[in-house]
């Protein structure tokens, strides 16, 4: 059974080799690739997700509908992109945060795309009905063809386009966030009495270490900015003193969420001007809006 896999597989990446050589277009690179894989092995699904900003967005692939957004370390596909390294998992039920695309797939192999410059610019992702379906032979021969794919598409204009938008692309702070990456902070609004018991601050003290009776600055994976003790002006001290923090806390991200905008009673247009600086700081992440 390994020889014939493995028979299979040297035979498919010659002709992968064959059917891409000269192409100049990204999409039919990809679309190429996954229906050749497709065909071959028998997989229940064959794709490629491309990396657009802070997400992976579907691309090319065989099979069943799919997720269209994947975000950065989530699931299996932005764990690989996270890690920068092939992951492959014999139950999918146990891979923590594996997002179902589809209940019918049981076992999956992710490898990541690289750029001449060693950028990850997509994941290739193929899952299977079976548990255990992949194992070192997958993993070999999957990395060799994603190598010849990378070689291929690195200089096409789809990839050039796509790692110009990751860099003009700002991330956003969610509008729901119930889950935070090691890295992240939870920016709210809070008073300076501490009393975390309406709006973001309810759900800082609940889910992310926020603490009572502090009401300025970094607790657990929270930080607060007090914006209930007058008019916007007396906003801004503590606005600047966060900015100020997140430059000196580049191990950290931070999600501002939209701070005096609840039971505060402002206006996002009254607030979002006192992040005008954080603009610039790449580890502070803001509202949509602002």
């Not at 491309?50 to 596909?77: S, T, Y």
């Not at 018991?197 to 609940?206: F, I, L, S």
């Not at 191990?251 to 001007?273: K, M, N, S, Y």
Request: charged share 20%; aromatic share 10%; hydrophobic share 40%.
């Amino acid at each position: 059974m390994t020889m014939e896999k493995e028979a299979k597989y040297r035979l498919l990446t010659e002709q992968i080799r064959s059917l891409v050589a000269g192409e100049t277009d990204a999409v039919a690179v990809m679309a190429n690739v996954c229906a050749a894989i497709h065909e071959a092995m028998g997989f229940f699904w064959t794709g490629f997700y491309r990396v657009v900003g802070e997400e992976l967005v579907l691309g090319p692939f065989q099979g069943p509908a799919a997720c269209v957004h994947i975000g950065f370390g989530r699931g299996v596909c932005g764990t690989a992109w996270q890690r920068r390294e092939t992951i492959v998992v014999p139950d999918v039920e146990q891979f923590p945060g594996h997002i179902a695309c589809s209940s019918q797939s049981r076992s999956e192999i992710v490898v990541p795309v690289f750029s001449a410059e060693g950028s990850v610019v997509a994941v290739l992702d193929i899952d299977s009905k079976q548990l255990a379906t992949f194992d070192d032979i997958d993993r070999q021969y999957l990395e060799e063809i994603v190598a010849i794919v990378s070689l291929q598409i690195s200089s096409t204009s789809i990839i050039q386009e796509n790692m110009e938008q990751t860099n003009k692309q700002k991330r956003t702070t969610p509008e729901f966030i119930t889950e935070l990456q090691p890295n992240e902070i939870f920016v709210f609004g809070s008073n300076l009495r501490g009393m975390h018991g309406g709006g973001a601050a309810y759900v800082a003290y609940r889910k992310f270490g926020a603490v009572m009776g502090q009401g300025v600055g970094l607790q657990g994976q929270s930080y607060a900015i007090p914006t209930m003790q007058g008019g916007v002006e007396t906003i801004r001290p503590y606005v600047d003193e966060f900015i100020a923090f997140a430059k000196s806390r580049k191990d950290l991200t931070f999600l501002v969420t939209r701070i005096g905008c609840g039971i505060a009673g402002f206006r996002d247009e009254e607030i979002a001007p006192l992040f005008a600086a954080a603009h610039e700081v790449e580890n502070i992440v803001l509202p949509p809006r602002w």
